[in-house]
C-alpha cells in the first residue's frame, strides 16, 4: 500500500481562488482527519469522518472551508474563496477500523500558499 | 478545555548528550497521550504512546496525571534523533488526537 495519498503536493493561487486538496486513505480505513500545520498553531485537527460521515467539524476555521468524503476511498478539503493567512500545510491521515489506538497514518501533505 | 503544550519550539543539544522534551496536558477525562515524529522528508508518524510504556529508539515517556505532564526522554541523543516531534492528546478514547505545537530537535555532532 503507498499509504496515504495527497494531491496537490504544492499549490500557489492568488487570493480568492479557489483551492481544492484531494486525499485517499488507506485501503480499508474508516477514519479520515483533515489537519492544518503552521508555525504558529502547529497542527490543528480541521475535521474528521468516520465511515464517511462527518463527526466533528468544530475545528473548520470559517465558512469558507468545507469538506467532503463521497466513498471510503476519496475525501476533499475546499477553501473558497482563499486567503493569504489560509497558507498553511495540509495534512490527510487515515486509520483502522475498531477500537482506538491513536495511530494515524499520514500523507505527505499539501503545501498552500496563498498570494 | 482540551489542550496540549509544548513551551519549546526548538531545543538543541549535542551528540550524547540527554533529550527531555517537555509535554504538558489539559484534560478532565482519562487522557490517552501520544508522541509523534516528522523526521526530515519523511511523514508524521506514531513514536509511543504512554499506555504501552515501551521504549521505541531508546526514547520512553511517562504519564505524571499529579503534574499533567507526559515528557519525552532519551539518556542519550544521536544525531538521527534530529526532528519534529509532536505530543498528542486522544480525546474521548477515539482516534481523534489533539496535537501540541511541536519541538523541532536539533542533534549537533
Known amino acids: 500500500d503507498a499509504g496515504v495519498i495527497q494531491s496537490p503536493r504544492h499549490e500557489v493561487t492568488e487570493m480568492g481562488q479557489e483551492v481544492t486538496l484531494r486525499c485517499k486513505p488507506i485501503?480499508?480505513?474508516?477514519?479520515l482527519f483533515w489537519y492544518r500545520q503552521t508555525m504558529m498553531r502547529g497542527l490543528e485537527l480541521l475535521i474528521y469522518?468516520?465511515?464517511?460521515?462527518?463527526?466533528?467539524d468544530s475545528g473548520m476555521p470559517e465558512d469558507r472551508f468545507s469538506a467532503k468524503m463521497p466513498n471510503a476511498s476519496f475525501s476533499t478539503l475546499k477553501i473558497q474563496p482563499s486567503e493569504p493567512r489560509d497558507s498553511a500545510v495540509y495534512f490527510c491521515?487515515?486509520?483502522?477500523?475498531?477500537?482506538?489506538?491513536?495511530?494515524?497514518?499520514f500523507g505527505e501533505g499539501s503545501r498552500l500558499t496563498v498570494l | 478545555a482540551q489542550r496540549v503544550t509544548q513551551p519549546e519550539k526548538l531545543l538543541s543539544v549535542f551528540k550524547g548528550a540527554p533529550v527531555e522534551l517537555k509535554c504538558n496536558y489539559s484534560?478532565?477525562?482519562?487522557?490517552?497521550l501520544f508522541w509523534y515524529v516528522q523526521y526530515s522528508r519523511q511523514r508524521l508518524q506514531l513514536l509511543l504512546r504512554?499506555?504501552s510504556r515501551e521504549s521505541i529508539k531508546g526514547f520512553t515517556a511517562d504519564l505524571n496525571k499529579g503534574e499533567t505532564s507526559f515528557h519525552l526522554k532519551k539518556p542519550f541523543a544521536q544525531e538521527e534523533d534530529s526532528a519534529m516531534y509532536y505530543c498528542?492528546?486522544?480525546?474521548?478514547?477515539?482516534?481523534?488526537?489533539?496535537f501540541g505545537t511541536g519541538t523541532r530537535l536539533q542533534v549537533f555532532p
Open positions: 491521515a487515515s486509520s483502522f477500523p475498531g477500537p482506538p489506538t491513536g495511530e494515524l497514518f
Open positions: 498528542a492528546l486522544s480525546i474521548h478514547n477515539t482516534d481523534k488526537l489533539i
Open positions: 484534560y478532565s477525562g482519562s487522557p490517552e
Open positions: 485501503s480499508g480505513h474508516n477514519s
Open positions: 469522518f468516520n465511515n464517511n460521515v462527518p463527526i466533528d
Open positions: 504512554h499506555i
